[in-house]
């Protein structure tokens, strides 16, 4: 059963718009979240994250916000650049626990 | 530099054969995961370990082996390697604490004939 689901396999933006990565999870426990960026032939690198007790947090172009009511949670990237082009991971975890649980990944394509 | 890496990053072997993944972090991190990566499954915890000499399963910790003698290694081990276990493994490690971010090595595309 999967506990974080990224809905969205893919996902094709024109360069300076808003890209907007959805993630929906079941587990109420869950209380940290996090999305991860990944390039082919790379590991995935830490993006941004939120606790629980936020429904928004900002650094740069990238936004996350949380819905804990909805259990959802999305990443907005604005604006979206060539550079943004790999697939995002988005992972929870619960309370005293260092175990993530990731999503299948959506592919971001940015095109000119 | 300091960092996480990991070997091979490729390597092809045949199914009853034993293989071990290497990986080493320099930032004395206490936590280290293993990770497999697959279409339509994205990254699946195969074993994680919060210390030296302390090493607990994961989701997919079948056929896995693991030991971390030293908190800067642990190596993976696939005991009799079967072709479901063609995979990208892919190493992490985080510090201590609530809430702190894993960090991921590179990876090793592991392809068993």
């Known amino acids: 059963d999967q506990q974080v689901k990224q809905n969205s396999p893919s996902l094709s933006v024109q360069e300076g718009r808003i890209s907007i990565l959805n993630c929906d999870y079941t587990?109420?426990?869950?209380?940290?979240f996090l999305w991860y960026k990944k390039y082919p032939a790379e590991g995935p690198t830490f993006l941004i994250s939120i606790s629980s007790i936020k429904d928004k947090n900002e650094d740069g172009r990238f936004t996350v916000f949380l819905n804990k009511s909805a259990k959802h949670l999305s990443l907005h990237i604005v604006p979206s650049q060539p550079g943004d082009s790999a697939v995002y991971f988005c992972a929870a975890s619960t309370f005293n626990t260092d175990k993530l649980i990731f999503g299948t990944g959506t592919r971001l394509q940015v095109f000119p | 530099d300091a960092g996480i890496t990991q070997s091979p990053r490729y390597k092809i072997t045949e199914t009853g054969r034993q293989v071990t993944l290497m990986c080493h972090q320099t930032?004395?991190?206490?936590?280290m995961f293993w990770y497999r990566q697959d279409l339509g499954h994205g990254l699946r915890l195969i074993y994680y370990s919060a210390a030296a000499d302390i090493t607990d399963k994961g989701e997919v910790s079948d056929g896995y082996v693991v030991s971390r003698s030293k908190t800067e290694n642990f190596p993976l081990t696939l005991e009799s390697a079967t072709r479901s276990q063609t995979s990208v493994y892919f190493c992490a490690s985080s510090e201590v604490g609530s809430n702190q971010p894993q960090h991921f090595g590179d990876g090793t595309r592991l392809s068993i004939l």
């Open positions: 930032w004395s991190h206490s936590y």
């Open positions: 587990n109420s426990m869950f209380d940290y």
